[in-house]
């Protein structure tokens, strides 16, 4: 079984989970199955990846109902705002072929609308009254939205799922959901942002680090399987992301080794302070993007 987590209102979460993001409606299936398959019980989707449908294809291909699996995803800002982030649940558990959902989070604190953030929030929390997702959270929250929402709500985040991997671990905000008792979830665990487009393909992979590498060869291990590692000694939860069976299951190959302390500040100190994928605070256009009833 997965190590679990425990979220601030009792809730238990498998500390791996398992991403999607960029993997191709056409492929997730597969992808989700496999990892169902290899012992992942814990998937990460959202609304804009397009492929919530698929995920519940895989969960049904793999031979698991849904209440095995620990269903997580996110409303885009498109959908923001009371009655549409109540609408954006019933689109999204209809895609995902479920009735309930164990986990659901704002996917950014788009601060340019933050009224319209404020409210589907506020929605989020109806849904949790009402016992239609077990757990509430965001993503992409730095402090000041942490601290903006929080006085104009009620139910503090279970969650925030943040860029963090060793080159941009952001500390500042992990410190931030530590002081209010919010779960900090790895986004791009491995680093893989760099690899995205327009987003971090500039900057050198994680992967390649000589430090990491050097504490992975002594293991006996891989580079992504020592940034999981790290990620989960943090007390972290971590979502990789692969469409690869290999890769699928070497990710989830990190629970029968330790890093030592000094292993550990060795890859704390590799932190730039500098983020690879978008600023949270920077509009962007594709904020807009409506996402389909099916
Ligand atoms: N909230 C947000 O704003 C946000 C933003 C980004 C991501 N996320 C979530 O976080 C998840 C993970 O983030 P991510 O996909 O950006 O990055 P990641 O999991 O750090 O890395 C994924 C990339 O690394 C490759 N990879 C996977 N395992 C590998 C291994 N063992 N060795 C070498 N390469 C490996 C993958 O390619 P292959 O598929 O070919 O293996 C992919 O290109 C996403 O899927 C999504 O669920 C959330």
Redesign the pocket.
């Given at each position: 079984m997965t190590p679990e987590l425990v979220l601030n209102n009792g809730l238990r979460m498998p500390a791996l989970g398992f991403?999607?993001?960029?993997?191709p409606p056409e492929e997730t299936a597969a992808a989700v199955e496999t990892a169902l398959k290899v012992g992942y019980r814990h998937v990460?989707?959202?609304a804009a990846?397009g492929n919530e449908r698929q995920v519940g294809e895989g969960i049904r291909r793999a031979g698991l109902s849904p209440a095995e699996v620990f269903l997580e995803t996110?409303v885009w800002v498109s959908d923001f705002g009371y009655d549409q982030t109540l609408h954006a649940f019933e689109k999204a558990t209809r895609k995902l072929g479920v009735d309930r959902l164990d986990l659901l989070i704002l996917?950014?604190p788009a601060p340019d609308r933050f009224e319209r953030t404020v409210a589907a929030y506020r929605a989020l929390e109806r849904l949790l009254a009402d016992g239609r997702v077990g757990a509430i959270g965001v993503?992409?929250f730095m402090r000041t939205h942490l601290d903006e929402l929080l006085a104009r709500t009620e139910v503090v985040p279970a969650v925030n799922?943040i860029?963090l991997?060793p080159y941009f671990s952001q500390p500042d905000v992990q410190k931030a959901d530590a002081e209010h008792g919010i779960l900090t979830q790895a986004?791009?665990?491995?680093?893989?942002?760099t690899?995205?487009p327009g987003w971090g393909e500039q900057r050198r992979s994680v992967?390649q680090d000589p430090v990491i590498g050097a504490i992975a060869a002594g293991h006996g291990r891989?580079?992504?399987?020592v940034m999981l590692r790290w990620q989960l000694q943090h007390g972290r939860s971590a979502?990789?992301?692969?469409?690869?069976p290999d890769?699928i299951a070497?990710?989830f190959a990190v629970f029968d080794f330790e890093l030592t302390d000094g292993e550990m500040a060795r890859i704390d100190a590799l932190d730039t302070g500098v983020r690879n994928?978008p600023d949270p605070d920077t509009p962007r256009d594709v904020f807009d993007r409506v996402i389909p009833e099916d």
């Open positions: 991403g999607v993001f960029q993997s990460d989707t959202a990846y996110k996917h950014q993503s992409n799922q860029e991997h986004w791009s665990p491995i680093g893989g942002i690899f995205y992967l891989s580079p992504a399987q979502i990789p992301k692969s469409t690869n890769r070497e990710n994928g």
